[in-house]
């Protein structure tokens, strides 16, 4: 049996390894759609992701280990009930609402239940604070996360971003 991923608050000396796997994560979808995705500058990005790994009251930041190395990160936010929600369409917005912006698990630590382990922690400290909804995007056309989110953590697509080039 595969040893579990021990799931913690990230810090500061947690950038290099998100710089890392960031990095992994371009390249995985700058492959998949060269025409949407990029890998990103090496230069700068750690201090760039030093300064992003700020959590608080709404926001959290989440690092798996396997063996004492940083192997995944999530990056949540709590969206407040929107005071006007009754005017709108969105039947969610008048609840707390938990909105996973980002995770990425390192590319040889993938299928060893390090993105469920972090999702299941962020869904939990969401609900602590009263979220009622998640949601998360991904890359429709991925064959690696639009399945673990559907069929893994049990997701639904509710809607489509739709782009278009003007160049």
Not at 42 to 57: K, N
Not at 109 to 125: D, I, K, P, Q, S
Request: net charge negative.
């Amino acid at each position: 049996m595969s040893e579990e991923p021990a799931i913690r608050a990230a810090r500061a000396d947690d950038a290099a390894a998100l710089a890392r796997m960031h990095r992994d994560v371009g390249r995985y979808y700058a492959e998949l759609a060269p025409a949407d995705f990029r890998i990103p500058d090496e230069a700068g990005l750690v201090e760039y992701c030093r300064a992003d790994l700020v959590a608080g009251d709404d926001r959290l930041w989440l690092v798996a280990e396997l063996g004492g190395e940083a192997v995944g990160m999530l990056f949540a936010r709590l969206e407040p009930p929107l005071p006007e929600a009754r005017f709108e369409v969105n039947a969610t917005l008048d609840e707390t609402r938990l909105h996973i912006d980002y995770l990425v698990t390192g590319v040889r630590h993938r299928r060893r239940g390090v993105a469920t382990a972090l999702v299941l922690a962020a869904e939990r400290w969401g609900r602590e604070r009263g979220a009622t909804t998640a949601s998360a995007d991904t890359y429709a056309a991925s064959p690696v996360s639009a399945p673990f989110w559907q069929r893994r953590m049990g997701y639904r697509t509710r809607s489509l971003v739709l782009v278009k080039s003007l160049d």
